[in-house]
Antibody, heavy 122, light 107 residues
Framework: QVQLQESGPGLVKPSQTLSLTCTVSGGSISSGNYYWSWIRQHPGKGLEWIGYIHYSGSTYYNPSLKSRVTISVDTSKNQFSLKLSSVTAADTAVYYC??????????????WGQGTLVTVSS | DIQMTQSPSTLSASVGDRVTITCRASQSISSWVAWYQQKPGKAPKLLIYDSSSLESGVPSRFSGSGSGTEFTLTISSLQPDDFATYYCQQYNSYPWTFGQGTKVEIK
């Protein structure tokens, strides 16, 4: 059974960089055609897809965040990471990591981490 | 971006009711829609993918249908565990986007 677990600071100061890591267990991040994603949910709001990384290193970022986002992968640790720069209070949200799966098309999320609340405040 | 619009935003229903949630896409997305259930303080859970494929382990009272721009999630007989918020999501084109959610409440 694949499991994902987010880790990282729960409090980030404005203008700084938010950094989160997702550790994958129960399966190799390098096997299969999966798109390891970050998704966030503002308090009481809907879901926003941030972007993905494939184990090959290919990435895609939501254009709304592209200038501030970097997603990377460390296959030796079975982890992938999110960096979001120049954060403001608008980036306060629960951040989820998730596995994007493929059938005839790719992009539905079958496994999710529990989520981690990141608050941007001085 | 493709906009996904769910209706209704809130739905009040009783145990045993048949419930239908609609999701409309701002442009055609073939059958590339997924549905998720989210309970307070929890991560979303995949219910349906490719518009009508039931995720393993999900009860058969959940079903999905549709193609093009209109999609539905149906719960054939609402159970106490089903009171939650439901989201649709398209993965036809980037960026992948979600609907705003439909909260299913106890009547």
């Amino acid at each position: 059974q694949v499991q994902l677990q987010e880790s990282g600071p729960g409090l980030v100061k404005p203008s700084q960089t938010l950094s989160l890591t997702c550790t994958v267990s129960g399966g190799s991040i390098s096997s299969g055609n999966y798109y390891w994603s970050w998704i966030r949910q503002h308090p009481g709001k809907g879901l926003e897809w941030i972007g993905y990384i494939h184990y090959s290193g290919s990435t895609y970022y939501n254009p709304s965040l592209k200038s501030r986002v970097t997603i990377s992968v460390d296959t030796s640790k079975n982890q992938f990471s999110l960096k979001l720069s120049s954060v403001t209070a608008a980036d306060t949200a629960v951040y989820y990591c998730a596995r994007g799966n493929c059938g005839p098309s790719c992009g539905y999320f079958d496994y999710w981490g529990q989520g981690t609340l990141v608050t941007v405040s001085s | 971006d493709i906009q996904m619009t769910q209706s209704p935003s809130t739905l009040s229903a009783s145990v045993g009711d048949r419930v239908t949630i609609t999701c409309r896409a701002s442009q055609s997305i073939s059958s590339w829609v997924a549905w998720y259930q989210q309970k307070p303080g929890k991560a979303p859970k995949l219910l349906i993918y490719d518009s009508s494929s039931l995720e393993s382990g999900v009860p058969s009272r959940f079903s999905g249908s549709g193609s093009g721009t209109e999609f539905t999630l149906t719960i054939s007989s609402l159970q106490p565990d089903d009171f939650a918020t439901y989201y649709c999501q398209q993965y036809n084109s980037y960026p992948w986007t979600f609907g705003q959610g439909t909260k299913v409440e106890i009547k």
